[in-house]
Nanobody, 128 residues
Framework: QVQLVESGGGSVQAGGSLRLSCAAT????????MGWFRQAPGKEREGVAA????????NYVDSVKGRFTISQDNAKNTVYLQMNSLKPDDTAMYYC?????????????????????WGQGTQVTVSS
C-alpha cells in the first residue's frame, strides 16, 4: 500500500525556518518523482519543488528559489523540504506527492495531475 506521511509543519514568524519531511513506503520511494505542493485558502495547488529519488536534479518554483531546499535520505525513504526566510505568503497546507517514474519532467514537475499519490498535508503558517 502506497503511503506518504508528512510532518514538520507549524507556526513561525516571518524570517524563520521549518523543515518538512515526507516519509514514503519503500516500494514507492525506490523510483519516483517526489514533489512538494502547497495550497493556500482560495488558491490553486502550486508546485513548490521536486526531486527524483536517487537523483540529484531538483526543481523549484521561482518564488522559493534561494530560500527552500529539497533533499532526500534514501536510507530513510524520506524527502525533506528545508524552508528558510519564510514569508507570510508561504502560509499554506503543504502536500507531498509521488509519481512512480525515474525522473521528474522539467516541463511538468509542478503539474498536480502528474502525481498519483498524495499525503494528507501539513499546515505551515507564517506570521508577519
Amino acid at each position: 500500500q502506497v503511503q506518504l506521511v508528512e510532518s514538520g509543519g507549524g507556526s513561525v514568524q516571518a524570517g524563520g525556518s521549518l523543515r518538512l519531511s515526507c516519509a514514503a513506503t519503500a516500494d514507492t520511494y525506490s523510483s519516483a518523482c517526489m514533489g512538494w505542493f502547497r495550497q493556500a485558502p482560495g488558491k490553486e495547488r502550486e508546485g513548490v519543488a521536486a526531486i527524483a529519488t536517487g537523483g540529484t536534479n531538483t526543481n523549484y518554483v521561482d518564488s522559493v528559489k534561494g530560500r527552500f531546499t529539497i533533499s532526500q535520505d534514501n536510507a530513510k525513504n524520506t524527502v525533506y523540504l528545508q524552508m528558510n526566510s519564510l514569508k507570510p505568503d508561504d502560509t499554506a497546507m503543504y502536500y507531498c506527492a509521488a509519481e512512480p517514474r525515474s525522473y521528474c519532467s522539467g516541463g511538468s514537475w509542478n503539474n498536480r495531475n502528474e502525481y498519483t499519490y498524495w499525503g494528507q498535508g501539513t499546515q505551515v503558517t507564517v506570521s508577519s
